[in-house]
C-alpha cells in the first residue's frame, strides 16, 4: 500500500508541475479567442521562466486582437512587463483612445506609462476634459490701475495632450500661468468698475496669451468664477508715503532747530569772550592814570573832573532806568 500511496503523490505532484509549466488552458483559450498561431505553447513555457503571468499576457493580447489592434505582439507586453510598467492600463488605453478615435502608438503608451503618468486616465481626459481650479485654494489677488484691490478665482478647462504628455509641464505650470495672466490683466484695466462689468475680457486676454505651450494639456477655456473688491491699496500707499515724508520733514526741521541752537550758544559764547576782553581793557585803565599821574601828564584837576563826569553818567543811567520801570 506504501509503494502505491507514493506513486499516487508523485504523479498527482507530476500533473501539477506539468500544469504549472505547461499552461493548456491559456494556450487553448489564446487559440479559440485569436488563434492558435498567435501565443504559442513555448511562449507560455518561457514567460514561465522569465517570471512574467501568462495569464496576463494572453488576456491583454486577446483583448488588444478582439478591438482591432492585432499590431500589438505578446513579446511588446512582455518587454513593457519586465521594464516596470502596467500592462492592464496600457492596454486599456489603447482600446480607449481607438474607439474614441484618438492617435495613440503603442511606443507612446509604453512611454507614457514608464514615465509615471497615468496613460489610461490621459486618454479619459482627451475625451472628457477636466476643470482646474485657478489656484487650487483662495483666489488670485491683484490691483487695478486705480489702487483696488480685486480677488479673483478661475476655472481652466482643459484637455491632455497626448503628444506632448511626456516632458510635458503638469496642472501645477498651468495654475501658475493662469494666475500670472490673471494679475496681469486686471493690472492693465484703468479701473475695477471695468472689470466687475466685463470678466469675460479677462479670459480673453489671458486665452490669448497661449498658455499651453510646453504643456501636457491643450487649454479650451478659462472663466473667471468668481471676483470680490478687496482693500484701496493706493490710499494705503499714499497715507503711507505721506506718514513717510511727514517724518523726513520733521527730521530736517529738527536738523535745523539744532543747528540753530548751536548758532546761538556759539553767538553767546562769543559775547562772552568780547565783555571778557572789555572787563581785561577796563582794568588797565587805573594803571593808565597811575602811569599819567606819576609822568605828570594828568593833573589832580583833571582826575577830578573826570570822577564827575562818571558820576553824572551813571547818575542819568540811574534815572533813566528808573523811567523806564514806570512805564512798563
Not at 506539468?18 to 488552458?25: A, K, Q, T
Not at 476634459?129 to 476655472?155: E, F, N
Not at 470680490?228 to 535745523?256: C, F, M
Amino acid at each position: 500500500m506504501a509503494p502505491s500511496i507514493l506513486l499516487l503523490v508523485f504523479i498527482v505532484f507530476s500533473i501539477f508541475l506539468f500544469l504549472y509549466f505547461i499552461p493548456l488552458g491559456l494556450w487553448f483559450q489564446s487559440g479559440v479567442s485569436i488563434g492558435f498561431g498567435k501565443v504559442g505553447m513555448l511562449k507560455l513555457i518561457v514567460m514561465r521562466f522569465r517570471k512574467i503571468s501568462p495569464r496576463l499576457i494572453v488576456d491583454g493580447i486577446i483583448n488588444l486582437h478582439r478591438a482591432g489592434l492585432d499590431f500589438v505582439l505578446s513579446e511588446d507586453l512582455e518587454s513593457h512587463f519586465l521594464a516596470g510598467g502596467d500592462v492592464i492600463r496600457v492596454v486599456d488605453a489603447l482600446i480607449a483612445a481607438d474607439k474614441a478615435n484618438i492617435e495613440l502608438s503603442f511606443q507612446t503608451a509604453t512611454a507614457i506609462d514608464l514615465a509615471g503618468r497615468d496613460v489610461k486616465e490621459a486618454v479619459q481626459t482627451s475625451v472628457y476634459p477636466k476643470v482646474i481650479d485657478c489656484p487650487k485654494d483662495g483666489k488670485v489677488s491683484a490691483v487695478a490701475q486705480d489702487g483696488i484691490q480685486l480677488l479673483a478665482k478661475g476655472r481652466v478647462t482643459v484637455r491632455t495632450n497626448i503628444e506632448q504628455l511626456v516632458g510635458g509641464a503638469t496642472d501645477d505650470t498651468v495654475i501658475a500661468r493662469v494666475g500670472e495672466g490673471i494679475v496681469s490683466a486686471i493690472g492693465s484695466a484703468k479701473s475695477y468698475k471695468a472689470v466687475l462689468e466685463n470678466p469675460d475680457e479677462i479670459s480673453k486676454s489671458v486665452l490669448a496669451k497661449g498658455l499651453d505651450a510646453g504643456t501636457a494639456y491643450s487649454i479650451l477655456s478659462i472663466d473667471i468664477a468668481d471676483i470680490d473688491v478687496g482693500q484701496n491699496i493706493g490710499a494705503q500707499l499714499e497715507t503711507d508715503q505721506a506718514e513717510a515724508d511727514k517724518k523726513v520733514a520733521q527730521a530736517k526741521a529738527e536738523s535745523r532747530r539744532a543747528m540753530a541752537v548751536a548758532s546761538e550758544q556759539e553767538n553767546k559764547a562769543k559775547v562772552e569772550e568780547m565783555r571778557a576782553k572789555v572787563v581785561e581793557a577796563e582794568a588797565e585803565i587805573p594803571l593808565a592814570m597811575a602811569e599819567a599821574f606819576k609822568s605828570g601828564k594828568l593833573g589832580v584837576m583833571d582826575y577830578y573832573n573826570m570822577k564827575n563826569i562818571m558820576a553824572d553818567t551813571s547818575m542819568r543811567e540811574s534815572i533813566a532806568k528808573d523811567t523806564d520801570n514806570d512805564d512798563k
